[in-house]
């Protein structure tokens, strides 16, 4: 038989590869699909490319490429038999098992067990190779059969470029146990139980000993008893007191000696006391649950105490919480809502993958077509049977959690894709999810060449007038935007003597060290928000091109066209003294049905003069003259060295800080993001040197023929303008940055953004500069010039609410996201991987809120 195994894998032995380090193997996703070795197909695993496949798509790959011999992975989870078997070690069929897999299913009790099974299977007869054979096997199969079964989960890795280690779940985790000792952690007080410190205090989840650390990673002080605890006890899950919130808790294991993620960290609080829901950090970093100014919002929107009831199939399959990723989640579920996603990417499903590279989970279209169709097809959101719903009932009967059960679909290799190379989204920690819907339009965008673009149905222009104070002339110009941004004046609520009042007591049991009163929320007229939208704003350094000087100038904004899908943010996010970003406590009446037709863009009005298009007049300092002839430029070495020791070539660390104008390593960090792919990315600095203008340059403009310091295109390109327009102002005003910045705001004409256009297409993204122009307004993404298909589609400005996304916690930087979505004329809650019908959409305290245009009667 060891003959005859040896000779059927001869002719295959070129094609098999031993997956080196570094290698991705994708062992538990298909990268087509959300099937995985739980499915009843399994998953099968090329052993060239190391991609897995669920039952349905190997042919493809099969047929694409000629691979012929797979990996077969089949995880069956079944009950555990009662008696002598029960709190087993799960039975294992194979020496080799693949134990790492990021599983669909929690196994949250004692109740399964599961049995893996691997085997060989070559195409197209199908012919199976149990594993292991390591006798009957030639020696490079079984070697490489070894490796894939001992290779970690592809998404375990570290990104290269992300910020830092995403934290895994514990190993202690599941099997952590409790003593029953009675220990009950107060609200506030804490101290270390051996000495006198009262900061950076770990409470130990197996006996509740609340002692000081010094070993953690954030360089906070303390005597480092938690980890003498440990020690002497070997109990090695600690919490660390003033990160508990809703949302999770900052946790540490001794014996793993990392930072890592505990999924039953709610039940392991509640053994000592401690209620997550009543939990909330305060700003001094402790944390209290006697004052609970979001406890009423965290329990509104998520609807908590009322016996919603779940539903299933298409466009009701949940997407699971990756430790923060729900800004992500309800994101992709409101867009995959809306008919024209639907249509371009799971409308056209089999010719997105049959067309798709030979690496799919790095193609964006497959990833989207993928994610689409998990949330439509209702293959991922079955209803459970009569039996398992009675089972169910009895297990909620007795607060036992049924971990059977498959529930939503986890968007791992579609988060990793889409927030490869951005510090942010590749991160571990809560972002703001609209950046990341701005972000995925950015991406929607870029990858939309020659094919049906879904994000049109977004986008609309803006026409601001900007008139000058002094000589009462006026300059139009249009911009393009994704979104309406809603300001929220505190000063127009409707309770300002009850909050008032709150604010008073607030403040006295502050000063007397008392408990804070209930809180009491802003309630602000939605008509007071477009009021407040529509009022003019100053323009900070006018320069008025009537007086040649600068001038007051003010600004208006008014929609030029209207969307067919208007995406409105309510702007509850601000900043605190210590610039941390803080929401604003509002509730906000927001309609089911929006008529904004008075806000259309009216353009030139008579009797109105118009600016005179001149430029501002080109300063040369000094010290830019100066500079220009400098042989060796100045550079912050500190900031190079910190880029060096992230692994990044020096020479290519050096142009970085250089071309970033020695704003410091974050700049710098993004500009090497931005263009580690260039060829010339680690070649020495070439520091250009430029001529001084002739005497005819005054009168006859600046060269256009001669570019800019590359240092001054880095910088405004960093701001978030595109590349061309950068290189277009820096031009006009002899590349005085001050001039130049003047320059793009009171130029944003249609060359300039076909030039955007046609720069974004070559360039790679800039998702920051795409989220960053869009938040302060002078967005400088344009319309597709392209004549056979206008992207600007206007109509009337009257919508109707069908969803919204709300968020809760103090800051984007921490809290949950939830979204409701209106489908068949009612509203559906999407939290996390649970899906219910809404009994009291609480459509006054979302944040972002989803119009569809109404068509006319």
């Known amino acids: 038989m060891a003959a005859d195994l040896g000779e059927l894998l001869v002719p295959y032995m070129p094609t098999i590869k031993v997956p080196k380090t570094g290698d991705r193997v994708y062992k538990d ?58 709190g087993a070690v799960p039975r294992r069929r194979n020496g080799k098992v693949f134990l790492d897999l990021e599983l669909n299913c929690d196994f949250n009790c004692d109740d399964y067990e599961y049995e893996d099974e691997a085997k060989l299977v070559i195409f197209p007869d199908h012919f199976e190779i149990p594993l292991p054979n390591i006798e009957e096997l030639p020696a490079l199969v079984t070697i490489a059969c070894d490796a894939v079964l001992s290779a970690s989960s592809a998404f375990r890795k570290r990104e290269p470029d992300s910020w830092e280690e995403e934290p895994q779940v514990s190993k202690h985790a599941r099997s952590l146990r409790q003593q029953d000792n009675g220990v009950r952690i107060p609200p506030s007080g804490w101290k270390c139980a051996k000495c006198e410190m009262r900061e950076n205090l770990w409470l130990n989840l197996t006996d509740g000993s609340v002692l000081c650390g010094k070993w953690f990673f954030d360089g906070s002080g303390g005597n480092g008893h938690a980890l003498e605890h440990y020690r002497e ?187 490869k190379g951005h510090p942010e989204f590749s991160s571990n920690r809560q972002q703001d999810a609209q950046e990341f819907f701005l972000h995925i339009i950015n991406l929607v965008e870029r990858n939309s060449a020659g094919a049906e673009n879904p994000s049109d149905v977004f986008r609309f222009l803006v026409e601001e007038r900007i008139q000058c104070c002094q000589s009462r002339k006026v300059r139009y110009t249009q911009r393009v935007d994704y979104l309406m941004q809603l300001p929220t004046p505190i000063e127009a609520a409707t309770n300002r003597e009850e909050l008032i009042a709150y604010e008073a007591k607030r403040q006295e049991a502050e000063e007397n060290l008392r408990t804070s009163p209930e809180p009491v929320r802003a309630k602000i007229p939605f008509t007071a928000c477009v009021q407040a939208f529509t009022e003019p704003e100053n323009v900070p350094d006018f320069w008025s091109s009537a007086l040649q000087a600068k001038s007051a100038g003010i600004k208006t904004s008014r929609f030029a066209s209207f969307p067919e899908y208007l995406v409105v943010q309510i702007k509850k996010f601000t900043f605190g003294v210590d610039w941390v970003p803080k929401k604003l406590d509002v509730s906000i009446d927001m309609p089911d049905f929006l008529d904004l037709s008075r806000l259309r863009a009216t353009g030139l009005q008579a009797g ?42 020096l020479e290519a660390c050096r142009k970085a800080v250089y071309y970033t104008g020695n704003m410091g390593a974050e700049m710098a960090f993004n500009w090497i993001i931005a263009h580690m792919e260039e060829p010339d990315f680690a070649e020495p600095l070439a520091v250009p040197s430029y001529s001084e203008p002739g005497p005819s340059s005054p009168s006859q403009g600046p060269s256009m023929d001669s570019q800019p310091p590359e240092d001054s295109v880095a910088i405004l390109t960093s701001m978030g303008f595109s590349r061309a327009q950068t290189i277009r102002a820096l031009k006009a ?102 899906v219910c019908l809404s009994e009291r959409p609480p459509k006054d305290l979302g944040y972002i809120y989803f119009y569809h245009r109404l068509s006319c009667s």
Request: charged letters at 25%; a negative charge.
């Open 233 to 419: 006890t070997n109990f090695p899950l600690a919490v660390r007191l003033g990160t508990i919130t809703p949302d999770g808790a900052d946790v540490y294991s001794f014996d793993e000696e990392e930072a890592v993620l505990d999924p039953h960290i709610a039940e392991h609080l509640a053994h000592f006391g401690i209620d997550m829901l009543q939990m909330q950090k305060r700003e001094n970093g402790h944390v209290d649950n006697e004052v609970r100014p979001r406890v009423t919002e965290w329990e509104v929107i998520q609807e908590s105490g009322l016996k919603l009831k779940a539903v299933y199939g298409s466009g009701y399959t949940g997407i699971r919480n990756l430790g923060n990723s729900c800004y992500l989640g309800t994101t992709m579920q409101v867009l995959f809502s809306i008919p024209e996603f639907q249509r371009a990417y799971v409308g056209n499903l089999q010719r997105i993958f049959d067309y798709s590279p030979l690496d799919p989970s790095q193609d964006f279209s497959t990833q989207m077509a993928k994610l689409g169709h998990g949330l439509l097809s209702g293959l991922y959101a079955k209803p459970p049977a009569k039996c398992e719903l009675i089972e169910q009932v009895m297990k909620e009967e007795h607060k036992v959690s049924d971990v059977h059960q498959e529930r939503g679909i986890s968007p791992r290799m579609f988060k990793a894709l889409v927030s």
């Open 733 to 834: 005003t002899n590349s005085n940055l001050e001039r130049a910045l003047d320059w793009i705001f009171t130029h944003p004409d249609s060359e300039e953004e076909s030039e955007a256009v046609s720069d974004m297409a070559d360039t790679e993204p800039n998702d920051n500069a795409f989220s960053n122009a869009n938040m302060n307004s002078d967005s400088t993404l344009s319309p597709d010039l392209d004549p056979t298909g206008p992207r600007i589609k206007d109509g009337p400005g009257r919508y109707e609410l069908f969803a919204f996304i709300s968020h809760m916690g103090t800051s984007t930087m921490s809290g949950h996201y939830v979204c409701h979505i209106k489908k068949e004329g009612r509203w559906v809650i999407y939290n996390d991987h649970k």
């Open 608 to 649: 109105e003069e118009e600016l005179p298009d001149l430029t501002p007049p080109i300063v040369l300092p000094e010290d830019t003259r100066d500079s220009s002839m400098t042989d060796s430029p100045e550079i912050d070495e500190s900031a190079v060295m910190q880029l060096a020791e992230m692994g990044f070539p």
């Open 29 to 86: 996703e298909c990268v087509f699909s959300f099937d995985s070795p739980e499915s009843e197909g399994g998953l099968y695993v090329c052993m060239n490319t190391f991609l897995g496949f669920g039952r349905e798509h190997v042919e493809r790959h099969y047929r694409k490429t000629g691979q012929s011999v797979y990996m077969h992975l089949k995880r069956t989870i079944k009950e555990k038999a009662t008696g002598a078997a029960g």
